[in-house]
């Protein structure tokens, strides 16, 4: 159930970024195309911090967990939030030309 929620949740930012994109390709702003590109790029990391934390959760549920696998999980998470900080800040430097 809540597999199908995330996936539900990541199919409606990518249409709702994606209609965006359109809509400002056809008014000759480029903005959202540039918002939609850094969504785009900033995923990967971010699904990936998840996916780690998933299964560490499904380790602490059944007494599997590892200090290793928190300390990844952690780590990939703090990756994943500079990325994004990254792409962002450079989708907003983009747009403030």
């Not at 990541?10 to 590109?37: E, F, P, R, Y």
Request: hydrophobic fraction near 55%.
């Amino acid at each position: 159930m809540k597999k199908r929620r995330s996936l539900l949740w990541l199919a409606a930012a990518i249409i709702a970024n994606a209609s965006n994109a359109v809509s400002a390709n056809q008014t000759g702003n480029d903005t959202s195309d540039q918002m939609l590109w850094a969504f785009l790029l900033a995923i990967p990391p971010v699904a990936y911090a998840a996916n780690k934390w998933r299964y560490w959760g499904m380790g602490f549920r059944y007494g599997a967990a590892s200090g290793t696998d928190f300390l990844s999980a952690l780590k990939w998470s703090l990756i994943a939030a500079a990325w994004v900080a990254i792409m962002m800040g450079l989708a907003w430097l983009t747009h403030q030309k």
